[in-house]
């Protein structure tokens, strides 16, 4: 009876290491998911500032990529503000400016691959008749 008790003595251990483990995994994916969002949410929202920026009356298309660049450059670095375009459409039947934004996806740390994550910020075009 003795020995039984000395045999499930080491199981603690072994236990403590992999449930450490496992949760230190858990807390990491989480921790990668929030940047992965972060950056997501950071480059739409720079892209809708500088569609809004190209749609002004007396602005052109390239100053709302200028735009676009400094604020994604500012928050997140000069490698995700690399591929960034403007065009001119159409939202909801209105002329409209469309900046569109390809960057990297985080996927360990700022790590992942190059323009996998491409988003689009529209804004109605200002005109003076």
């Known amino acids: 009876m003795h020995r039984m008790l000395a045999d499930d003595r080491g199981s603690a251990p072994a236990e403590f290491v992999l449930v450490g483990a ?19 949410n950071t480059v739409i929202d720079a892209a809708a500032e500088g569609a809004r920026f190209a749609a002004l009356a007396d602005n052109r298309l390239d100053d709302g990529v200028e735009r676009t660049r400094e604020l994604i450059t500012t928050a997140l670095g000069e490698s995700y503000a690399r591929d960034i375009r403007a065009a001119e459409g159409e939202a909801l039947g209105a002329p409209a400016t469309v900046v569109t934004v390809r960057t990297p996806l985080p996927l360990l ?20 008749d």
């Not at 496992?22 to 997501?40: D, E, G, K």
């Open 22 to 40: 496992l949760l230190t995994v858990l807390t990491l994916s989480v921790i990668q998911l929030a940047l992965a969002l972060h950056v997501r």
């Open 109 to 128: 740390g700022l790590l992942g691959p190059d323009r996998a994550l491409e988003v689009s910020g529209h804004a109605a075009r200002e005109a003076l």
